[in-house]
C-alpha cells in the first residue's frame, strides 16, 4: 500500500493512478503491488503532488517533462523487446531469450541453445 496522504495531489493525477493500478490489475498483479505501482508511476512522471505544499511543486516543468519522456521512451524499448537497463542477458530464460530473438527476426533461433541465443542477440544489437 503506498505510503502518506494522497491529499495534495491533483484529481487528474488520482484518477490518472486509478487508471494505472486498473491496467496492473488486469494483467494480474496484486492489489497493493498494483496501487504501489501506479503511485510511483505519478509521482515519476508529475514529480509528486501538485497542489500547495505537495513535493511535486518544487519540481521544474522541465524535469517532470524529461522525466515524462524517459518514461515513454523505456515503455517503448520494453514493447519493442530491448532488455531494461540492468536485465542482462544471462539472467533471462530461455523462453525470454526466444522471444527476444523472434522480435529481433533472429534467423536459426529455434536450433539455439541458451547460450548460442545470449551469443546470438548480443551480435545482433
Do not use: F
Not at 498483479?29 to 514529480?47: C, F, L, M
Not at 518514461?71 to 525470454?96: C, I, N, W
Not at 522471444?99 to 529481433?104: I, M, S
Request: avoid cysteine; charge should be positive; aromatic fraction near 2%.
Amino acid at each position: 500500500m503506498p505510503r502518506g496522504s494522497k491529499a495534495k495531489y491533483t484529481e487528474k493525477q488520482k484518477r490518472k493512478a486509478e487508471h494505472i493500478e486498473d491496467s496492473y490489475k488486469a494483467r494480474g498483479v496484486p492489489e497493493e503491488k498494483a496501487e504501489a505501482r501506479a503511485w510511483a508511476t505519478v509521482n515519476k512522471q508529475s514529480g509528486g503532488g501538485e497542489k500547495a505544499g505537495g513535493s511535486g511543486r518544487k519540481t521544474s516543468a522541465g524535469a517532470k517533462q524529461q522525466a515524462r519522456e524517459s518514461s515513454a521512451q523505456r515503455a517503448t524499448k520494453t514493447r519493442q523487446g530491448v532488455p531494461r537497463a540492468g536485465q542482462q542477458l544471462e539472467s533471462m530464460t530461455r523462453d525470454e531469450l526466444m522471444d527476444l530473438a523472434r522480435k529481433r527476426d533472429l534467423s536459426g533461433r529455434s536450433r539455439m541453445r541458451k547460450q548460442e541465443l545470449v551469443e546470438a542477440l548480443r551480435k545482433k544489437q
